[in-house]
């Protein structure tokens, strides 16, 4: 076992995972053409135990590690991408509202979550880009709480979702809330999305909506980690993962017209793939570091995510343009995986933070470091 792997006693998890992800990757070009939220996939997540291995054991759960839970998102993305994202995101969005409530509403969520409620995140706006933990919705006063109008953006899952984790402003102060699904939020198109095409990523319109005092997270006490930033960089090794297996399966299949010998023995895609394949190998080992870090709950965790998603985004990229390079252009034919793991590929780099705001936020932290 790796140091920084997933714990031996942790292990069946991963090996469901290994299966789901199997019988993911069947559909998975199904799904995308289709732009059809993958329901059954994530109810067969819920039915294996996974969801619920993720809640603190407070809570009927059993805390699964984050090394563990890195190493499943990264072999839910290889199968079905698309699967991957809403997942990370419903973990996301269930586990902050558990870990950042109210006692009894901590108790409410797990209970809902364990029964197999969807959750989803409402925090992007359409004028807030990769800042969606600084709002600029305010919600004001109400009987009983507080009332939202106003938009969030690149909801995934949202079509499908019982609750919302949402971010407002409150007195000037970003807040968090959770609220359930009602007849004053809607459900608009934003567009096809390039990639991860069926991960039901919507503009979610909340129209008078009431976030309840009682569902109000209070100000957080202390450092925690998030299942989100600990999840995200593992979606694009997947789609690495799936760019390299499908440029073995075709350089290994197709002949060169000249020589009659297969693509692979072609000394230059065997210099391209070594030197992508380790850098893949670098991204996931920062990556595995960065789930250690989160399991010891250190303050080195926040930048960490940063880098780690920075360098699997663009090994992400790199690998799935070599796989195109080498498939010419039966690579682009809507019949080959390789066309739709490119723009999975490019929907991970902009996703939040995306690449851009990784590169300047880890460089803030390098200039604030030479100041001290």
């Known amino acids: 076992m790796h140091p920084l792997g997933p714990p031996p006693e942790e292990q069946h998890w991963v090996d469901t995972a290994t299966e789901l992800a199997a019988e993911f990757a069947k559909t998975a070009a199904a799904y995308d053409e289709s732009t059809e939220v993958p329901r ?19 809570f009927g759960g059993e805390n699964l590690s984050y090394r563990s839970y890195g190493e499943i998102v990264r072999l839910l993305a290889a199968g079905c991408p698309s699967t991957a994202c809403i997942w990370v995101m419903h973990v ?4 902050g509202l558990v870990e950042m409530s109210s006692p009894d ?33 305010h919600a004001q006063p109400a009987d009983g709480g507080f009332r939202l109008s106003g938009a969030k953006r690149f909801t995934s899952g949202c079509e499908i979702a019982d609750h919302f984790l949402v971010n407002v402003l409150i007195d000037d102060k970003p807040t968090f809330f959770g609220a ?16 991860l095409r069926a991960n039901g990523s919507r503009l979610v319109d909340f129209r008078d909506t009431l976030l309840l005092s009682e569902r109000r ?18 979606l694009s090794l997947g789609v690495a993962d799936a760019a390299i297996a499908a440029l073995i399966e075709h350089a290994r299949s197709r002949k060169i017209p000249t020589t009659g010998e297969p693509l ?17 190998a670098a991204a996931g080992m920062y990556a595995r570091h960065m789930t250690w870090l989160a399991d010891q709950n250190s303050l080195e965790f926040n930048p960490a995510t940063l880098r780690a998603k920075l360098l699997a985004n663009q090994v992400a990229v790199d690998a799935a343009q070599l796989a195109l390079k080498a498939g010419g252009g039966s690579g682009y034919l809507s019949t080959s995986p390789i066309q739709r793991i490119l723009r999975d590929a ?23 470091e030479a100041n001290a």
């Open 217 to 234: 997270c209070p100000p957080s006490t202390g450092h925690r980690p998030n299942r989100i930033g600990g999840g995200i960089a593992f």
């Open 105 to 137: 509403s901590a108790r409410f969520y797990a209970s809902e979550y364990l029964a197999g409620r969807r959750f989803a995140n409402a925090l992007s706006e359409p004028s807030g880009g990769n800042l969606f933990l600084l709002p600029q919705q």
């Open 264 to 280: 692979a023995t072609m000394q230059w895609l065997r210099f391209d793939l070594a030197d992508v394949d380790s850098r893949l």
């Open 346 to 368: 490019y929907a991970g780099w902009v996703m939040a933070y995306s690449v851009e705001v990784c590169r300047d936020r880890i460089s803030a932290i390098l200039f604030e």
């Open 180 to 195: 359930a699904a009602d007849e004053t939020i809607k459900y608009l198109p934003i567009g096809d999305t390039m990639g």
């Open 92 to 95: 996301g969005a269930a586990m």
């Open 40 to 58: 059954a996939n994530l109810e067969a997540l819920h039915a294996s135990g996974l969801d619920a291995a993720l809640l603190p054991r407070d």
